[in-house]
């Protein structure tokens, strides 16, 4: 999923014939998306872009969001500055002179008593910034394929002509969308520039000259299309910042844009994955025969719940919650400041419920949830139904969502069980038998009380060893920036220390990547006194109490465990049907669907895919006979699903 992004690996049938040099250069420009094998569904390799057209698409995300996260934008619109100085150092020049004026627009100081109106300058310097990158970027398109000369060789030629290609990438999120004849004709024009290059054949055998005039033919549209649409480009007021070519003809103003995520995001999901333990499980149960457990994990892997973006993008909870746990790849530039977390009180995913803040959080443990009350990294809901609907309706821009579902995912969510550590008695103390001396002299300076402190506090004040290494309370203990904040920040729930050997970085924004740099921030924060030895002793009792028996399964392949759950989703489909609960149906066909669709490529013998593809398209016909009103349909099809896997089982893995 975007977890591991669950998008579907494209096919691509051409039922024309190309010319061997057409196709050839196709498949070197990435243009031609073939039916391929990924290693694992879970991994969705980063799309190679020119530098400038990644820094263009990146800085335009971010310029769309509220509040923009500045710094980013500058070092992208830098990249572009350089590429310019390449090339052009005048034209690099002026557009440094105008990125300076646009920064003081974007970023006013204030004079004196005076405030700047913040809310007008980031919209005015949102605009204006993205108006200069637009020049910029269409202005080194078109210094490339100006620079296709007469008596250019083909080597210079062909180098113009990819470089300027993967530049011209900078719009392939938007122009197909506001502009889509244009777009195809320039597809077109791309390939026939590209088989006029010739060939210098093998041995003096097939050479092709090259035809420099009809280069400059093929490419005449694409150069007119851009200097007539860009080269004065001026963003308008619109909601959304887009690179609109209102000059075009064939323009549609009305177009939607799908959002995507900038270049540098990475919501794969971590393999191996963290270890999840369930506690009905662990007890002998079996999930197809708990409804609501099974119904709340279908759920908590499902986008359908989500709204607009998140569903498209096909997020989920398991994106961040990998397996009930963390995801410390997680990252999404404008929205991140660390790995492992991003702002989900962001303009992007929910802008109903934006603070305009740029406030990441780090992504919370969820494994003993049940215990860890009140939740949120600020502790402001007291009960785990009412987090979860807000990270439904208000963290992702969700609709309100059927009670059963939130039943389902509260009993799934409270089966999650630490993880056991054989390190600690019952009572949370050590087990003298299963730690070093060191995490035992760390066991007495965790218990030890402070005077300076927060009033002569220990740190087992609030993490307390019998109930979970929790105190259920808030506390202001500074990290949240203290005196220094303009307003009262408040305090933050304390975090259970068990399992987090497992779950870095730390801090509610993930500002500090181990448990031993927790520990020096306390020293330093509160001027404890502790010694580097003392330091040692503290994180050895601290990473015993974090510690956990196979933190991380044994393997990368999933699809085993994958198909097994999807037998515990379908499950629930009887009793859903029975409740006539046709949108919750519909929810988990296309979610089952699409798991499916990203996870039969962890097949290890791809000689069985077409097993996968076939139990694919069972979900495929279940989920349309299930739109069409169709139950019997529905039912044979789930059904024929259900035999495919029993008969294959063994051969899935």
């Known amino acids: 999923m975007i977890c591991g992004l669950k998008a579907p690996r494209a096919r691509l049938a051409l039922r024309v014939r190309i010319p061997l040099t057409i196709s050839a250069w196709l498949l070197a420009a990435g243009l031609v998306v073939m039916s391929f094998s990924p290693v694992s569904a879970h991994i969705v390799p980063p799309e190679e872009l020119h530098p400038v057209a990644e820094s263009y698409r990146r800085a335009g995300f971010i310029l769309n969001l509220n509040p923009v996260l500045w710094p980013q934008v500058w070092s992208d619109l830098k990249r572009i500055e350089e590429a310019l100085e390449g090339v052009n150092s005048a034209g690099a020049k002026k557009f440094s002179e105008d990125l300076a004026i646009a920064r003081r627009v974007a970023q006013p100081v204030a004079r004196g008593d005076e405030k700047p109106d913040l809310v007008a300058a980031r919209k005015n310097g949102s605009r204006l910034v993205f108006s200069l990158a637009t020049r910029a970027v269409v202005s080194l398109l078109i210094f490339h394929l100006d620079g296709i000369e007469a008596g250019s060789g083909r080597a210079e030629v062909k180098n113009r002509l990819n470089e300027a290609r993967r530049i011209f990438q900078a719009f392939a999120e938007t122009l197909p969308h506001l502009d889509p004849e244009a777009w195809k004709k320039m597809q077109i024009h791309w390939l026939e520039a590209s088989s006029h290059l010739g060939a210098a054949g093998v041995m003096g055998i097939g050479a092709r000259p090259m035809n420099l005039e009809k280069i400059r033919e093929s490419t005449a549209f694409i150069r007119g299309y851009f200097h007539s649409n860009f080269s004065g480009f001026q963003a308008g007021k619109e909601h959304r910042l887009l690179p609109r070519p209102r000059a075009s003809e064939t323009y549609i103003e009305t177009a939607k844009v799908p959002w995507r995520l900038p270049p540098g995001s990475d919501i794969n999901k971590q393999l191996p994955r963290p270890r999840q333990i369930l506690g009905m499980a662990e007890r002998g149960a079996n999930e197809g025969e708990t409804f609501l457990i099974a119904l709340g994990d279908m759920a908590f892997d499902s986008s359908e719940i989500f709204g607009e973006p998140a569903r498209s993008l096909g997020v989920s909870c398991n994106t961040c919650h990998n397996k009930g746990v963390t995801n410390p790849k997680l990252f999404i530039p404008g929205l991140s400041r660390e790995k492992g977390g991003m702002d989900v009180s962001n303009s992007f995913f929910a802008g109903h419920a934006n603070n305009g803040l740029h406030d990441p959080l780090d992504t919370p443990d969820l494994r003993g949830i049940r215990f860890t009350a009140p939740y949120g990294?600020?502790?402001?809901?007291?009960?785990?139904?009412?987090?979860?609907?807000?990270?439904?309706?208000?963290?992702?821009?969700?609709?309100?969502?059927?009670?059963?579902?939130?039943?389902?995912?509260?009993?799934?969510?409270?089966?999650?069980?630490?993880?056991?550590?054989?390190?600690?008695?019952?009572?949370?103390?050590?087990?003298?038998?299963?730690?070093?001396?060191?995490?035992?002299?760390?066991?007495?300076?965790?218990?030890?009380?402070?005077p300076q402190m927060m009033g002569g506090m220990s740190c087992a004040s609030c993490h307390i060893p019998n109930a979970n290494f929790v105190d259920h309370k808030r506390h202001n203990i500074g990290s949240t920036g203290g005196e220094n904040q303009p307003f009262h920040v408040g305090g933050l729930d304390t975090p259970t220390l068990l399992s987090s050997k497992f779950t870095a970085p730390y801090f509610h924004d993930g500002s500090l990547p181990t448990l031993r740099s927790v520990n020096e921030w306390f020293n330093s924060q509160f001027k404890l006194g502790l010694s580097r030895e003392d330091i040692d002793d503290l994180t050895a009792y601290v990473e015993a109490v974090g510690d956990g028996v196979q933190g991380i399964e044994a393997t990368v392949y999933t699809l085993e465990a994958e198909l097994e759950e999807f037998q515990f989703f379908l499950s629930t489909y009887e009793r859903l049907k029975q409740r006539k609960k046709k949108e919750l149906i519909t929810v988990l066909l296309k979610t089952v669907a699409r798991e499916m669709q990203a996870h039969k490529w962890d097949v290890q013998n791809k000689e069985n895919l077409p097993i996968l593809n076939e139990m694919e398209e069972k979900l495929s016909e279940a989920l349309r006979a299930h739109l069409a009103g169709d139950v019997k349909l529905t039912d044979s099809k789930i059904t024929a699903y259900y035999a495919l896997y029993q008969k294959n089982q063994d051969k899935l893995k």
């Open 377 to 450: 990294r600020n502790g402001r809901f007291a009960s785990l139904r009412e987090f979860v609907r807000n990270v439904i309706v208000n963290e992702f821009n969700g609709p309100e969502p059927d009670p059963m579902i939130m039943d389902g995912m509260i009993a799934y969510m409270n089966e999650f069980e630490f993880l056991p550590n054989p390190k600690l008695k019952k009572s949370g103390r050590l087990n003298p038998g299963k730690v070093g001396k060191a995490a035992l002299r760390g066991e007495k300076i965790f218990h030890r009380k402070f």
